[in-house]
């Protein structure tokens, strides 16, 4: 039942933007910031249930836990970065928002290096 008070809450958000926006533009973009992190407080609740499936994973299985970490930051800078970028494209500042995209996919790939390097001294061990 979160996803439907998420999405009311969403749609609530957009039409009470449109309202606002005919007669004070510069609010709405107040609004939608508000409602974005209003939404974004309610998927923090979610973290918790995240963090314990993935210390779960860890205990269960023998993998790194710098693997893990790296994962876990590569989700944040994922969900951070498309929530800001998303903020100024409403604001109507593509540009910027595009560049924060651009920042997060470039970070996501300097995170994941490490992790391609193993997995490629992992290959060739095999093929040795």
Not at 51 to 56: P, S, T
Not at 84 to 112: H, R, W
């Amino acid at each position: 039942m979160d996803i439907v008070k998420i999405s009311l809450l969403g749609v609530g958000g957009v039409m009470l933007g449109f309202l606002i926006k005919g007669t004070k533009p510069e609010y709405a973009c107040f609004i939608t910031m508000g409602i974005g992190l209003l939404i974004l407080g309610f998927a923090v609740g979610k973290l918790r249930y995240l963090f314990d499936a993935i210390e779960k994973m860890r205990t269960s299985l023998p993998v790194d836990s710098g693997y893990i970490s790296t994962l876990v930051k590569m989700i944040g800078i994922t969900y951070i970065g498309q929530f800001s970028s998303g903020i100024c494209k409403d604001a109507g500042y593509q540009a910027t928002g595009a560049q924060i995209e651009l920042f997060c996919k470039l970070s996501i790939m300097v995170l994941s290096m490490p992790i391609l390097l193993a997995l490629l001294e992992t290959i060739e061990e095999f093929l040795a």
